[in-house]
């Protein structure tokens, strides 16, 4: 498993538009969609973790729409198949990668704007560990729908994927309501663990037979 983790973050590493555009658009969407509004009429610290949410759906989206493509362009995927005989190790390694090379900076960007918006000190980590649990559901649905749609055009891969994750979304609503409203915080986190955690042993499974069907 750390060799394919190595192997992954070097690979990334190596694509800067990969790892760097997501950054950049987290960062343009959150000093653009203020200005385009009146945020007079709003209590900007509590509005502004719509803004937050939004992005980090777009970002996720963003970073996870070519994860697996080039590997099937070039043969990755078959050589790894005729190894393996399957792709789990691949795929949770190539997940865990993009979510600490892309999704903890994106929550980090996050959380930043938000303290920078009016959010209080004490709240920072608070804010920064559920963008990171979110972005560890989200980077899991996205490379599902990306797995299904190699080839296929990237709507299939928004059709497939954005469904899944609008529950994710809801959630990281609620909680961000519990640090709003101070109540709930440790039974929100704990739930977004406890998913978070078997999203990530499951869906993996499931896009190595999306995979798969590619190979065969």
């Known amino acids: 498993m750390l060799s394919f983790?190595?192997?992954e973050s070097f690979k990334l590493s190596k694509?800067?538009?990969?790892?760097?555009g997501p950054l950049l658009v987290m960062v343009l969407v959150l000093i653009a969609f203020p200005l385009s509004i009146d945020i007079s009429q709003y209590d900007l610290d509590k509005f502004y973790f719509s803004i937050i949410i939004v992005s980090l759906l777009m970002t996720a989206f963003v970073a996870t729409e070519g994860m697996f493509e080039e590997d099937f362009e070039d043969g990755?995927?078959?050589?790894?198949?005729l190894k393996e005989k399957d792709f789990y190790k691949l795929v949770i390694s190539k997940i865990f990668v993009y979510v600490c090379l892309i999704g903890i900076p994106i929550a980090f960007i996050g959380a930043l704007f938000s303290f920078a918006n009016g959010v209080a000190v004490d709240s920072f980590g608070k804010v920064f560990l559920l963008l990171i649990l979110s972005n560890l559901l989200?980077?899991?649905l996205f490379a599902f729908g990306n797995a299904l749609s190699i080839n296929k055009g990237a709507m299939l891969g928004v059709l497939?994927?954005?469904p899944l994750a609008l529950p994710v979304i809801i959630l990281l609503g609620r909680a961000i309501r519990s640090i709003q409203y101070e109540d709930g915080?440790?039974?929100?986190?704990t739930l977004m663990v406890g998913?978070?955690?078997?999203?990530?042993?499951?869906?993996?499974?499931i896009i190595s037979v999306a995979l798969k069907t590619h190979i065969d």
């Open 5 to 7: 983790i190595k192997a």
């Open 138 to 140: 989200l980077f899991n």
């Open 160 to 162: 497939s994927s954005l």
């Open 195 to 205: 998913i978070g955690l078997m999203v990530s042993a499951i869906m993996p499974l």
């Open 15 to 20: 694509k800067l538009k990969s790892w760097l």
């Open 185 to 189: 915080f440790f039974a929100v986190t």
């Open 76 to 81: 990755s995927l078959e050589q790894e198949f």
